[in-house]
C-alpha cells in the first residue's frame, strides 16, 4: 500500500506572520490527517523559521525549487545540500510555473532531479500539459517526454527515490480541477508505462495529483486507484482549507 502524500507548495506568498499562523494552525489540525503523511514547501527564506516550527511534529519540509549545481559561482541558486543541512526532505522540480514562466527545460529539471536524488532529498517531480496540449489529444505524449528526460537521467530506479506529481497545467490556480476520471486515467498511464521499465518501481511510487485540489474535491480525487495524494497550492495557504484536504 502506497502511503497518501499532501504536499502544500506555497509558492510566493507569505509573511514572518502569516506563515507562523499558518504553520501553528496545521500542526493544531494535524491529528486528522489519519495516516497521511503532511508536508509543506515555503519560500526559501522562510525554510529555517518552519523547520524549526516543526520540530517534533511529523509534518515534513521542502522547497519548491532546487539547483542542480552543488555550489559555485551560480547567483541566485540554491543547493540541495544546503537544503538538507536546513531540515528539508522533499525539493518539488520541474513545476509548470518553473517550465513556463522561467524558461526550465525538460534536461534542466531532470538534472534537478538528480541533484536533489543525489543528495539524499526525496524530488517531487511536477509533469502535466497545458490545455492546447490536451485539446489536441497530446497529453500522454507530453507526460511521457517530461518523464522520460527524467528517466534518462536516473534510470527507472531513480523514480524509486522521488515523488511525481501530475499537474495538467490548465487545472492550476483556475479553480478548474480535472475530474477524478481524467486525473486517474493520466495517472495510470504513468504508472504503467513506469511499469513496462520496472514493475516494483511502479507499484511503489507516489503519484500525486495537483490542480485546484480542495477540501470539496480532495476526497472524490484520492479515492482514485493511482491517485497517491496532492500537491496543493492556493488551498494550502490557510490552515483550514489545508487542514480540509489533510483531513478529507
Ligand atoms: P493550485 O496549485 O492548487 O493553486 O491549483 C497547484 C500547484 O501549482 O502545485
Given at each position: 500500500?502506497?502511503?497518501?502524500?499532501?504536499?502544500?507548495n506555497?509558492k510566493?506568498?507569505?509573511?514572518?506572520?502569516?506563515?507562523?499562523?499558518?504553520?501553528?494552525?496545521?500542526?493544531?489540525?494535524?491529528?486528522?490527517?489519519?495516516?497521511?503523511?503532511?508536508?509543506?514547501?515555503?519560500?526559501?527564506?522562510?525554510?529555517?523559521?518552519?523547520?524549526?516550527?516543526?520540530?517534533?511534529?511529523?509534518?515534513?519540509?521542502?522547497?519548491?525549487?532546487?539547483?542542480?549545481?552543488?555550489?559555485?559561482?551560480?547567483?541566485?541558486?540554491?543547493?540541495?545540500?544546503?537544503?538538507?543541512?536546513?531540515?528539508?526532505?522533499?525539493?518539488i522540480v520541474g513545476h509548470s510555473e518553473r517550465r513556463s514562466i522561467y524558461?526550465e527545460?525538460?534536461?534542466?529539471t531532470?538534472?534537478?532531479?538528480?541533484?536533489?536524488?543525489?543528495?539524499?532529498?526525496?524530488?517531487?517531480l511536477c509533469v502535466g500539459e497545458l490545455l492546447?496540449e490536451?485539446?489536441?489529444?497530446?497529453?500522454?505524449?507530453v507526460?511521457?517526454?517530461q518523464?522520460?528526460?527524467?528517466?534518462?537521467?536516473?534510470?527507472?530506479?531513480?523514480?524509486?527515490?522521488?515523488?511525481?506529481a501530475y499537474e495538467p497545467v490548465w487545472a492550476i490556480g483556475?479553480?478548474?480541477?480535472?475530474?477524478?476520471?481524467?486525473?486517474?486515467?493520466?495517472?495510470?498511464?504513468?504508472?504503467?508505462?513506469?511499469?513496462?521499465?520496472?514493475?516494483?518501481?511502479?507499484?511503489?511510487?507516489?503519484?500525486?495529483?495537483g490542480g485546484?485540489?480542495?477540501?470539496?474535491?480532495?476526497?472524490?480525487?484520492?479515492?482514485?486507484?493511482?491517485?497517491?495524494?496532492?500537491l496543493?497550492g492556493?488551498?494550502?495557504?490557510?490552515?483550514?482549507?489545508?487542514?480540509?484536504?489533510?483531513?478529507?
Open positions: 500500500m502506497r502511503q497518501t502524500l499532501v504536499a502544500g506555497w510566493l506568498n507569505g509573511s514572518i506572520d502569516d506563515i507562523q499562523t499558518l504553520v501553528k494552525g496545521i500542526l493544531d489540525g494535524m491529528s486528522g490527517a489519519n495516516g497521511k503523511a503532511v508536508a509543506v514547501c515555503p519560500p526559501y527564506v522562510y525554510i529555517p523559521m518552519v523547520s524549526e516550527l516543526l520540530k517534533g511534529s511529523e509534518v515534513g519540509l521542502g522547497a519548491q525549487d532546487v539547483s542542480e549545481q552543488s555550489s559555485g559561482a551560480f547567483t541566485g541558486e540554491v543547493s540541495p545540500e544546503m537544503l538538507k543541512e536546513i531540515g528539508c526532505q522533499y525539493a524558461g527545460l525538460d534536461t534542466d531532470a538534472n534537478k532531479y538528480k541533484a536533489a536524488m543525489d543528495s539524499g532529498l526525496t524530488p517531487i492546447e490536451r485539446e489536441s489529444g497530446d497529453t500522454e505524449n507526460v511521457a517526454r518523464l522520460d528526460a527524467v528517466i534518462d537521467a536516473v534510470g527507472v530506479e531513480g523514480l524509486a527515490a522521488g515523488v511525481i483556475t479553480g478548474k480541477t480535472a475530474s477524478p476520471e481524467q486525473a486517474q486515467d493520466v495517472h495510470a498511464f504513468i504508472r504503467n508505462k513506469v511499469a513496462q521499465l520496472d514493475t516494483v518501481v511502479a507499484e511503489k511510487v507516489q503519484i500525486l495529483y485546484s485540489v480542495n477540501g470539496g474535491n480532495a476526497a472524490e480525487l484520492f479515492a482514485m486507484e493511482d491517485i497517491d495524494g496532492g496543493i492556493g488551498a494550502s495557504l490557510t490552515s483550514e482549507a489545508f487542514l480540509a484536504i489533510c483531513t478529507a
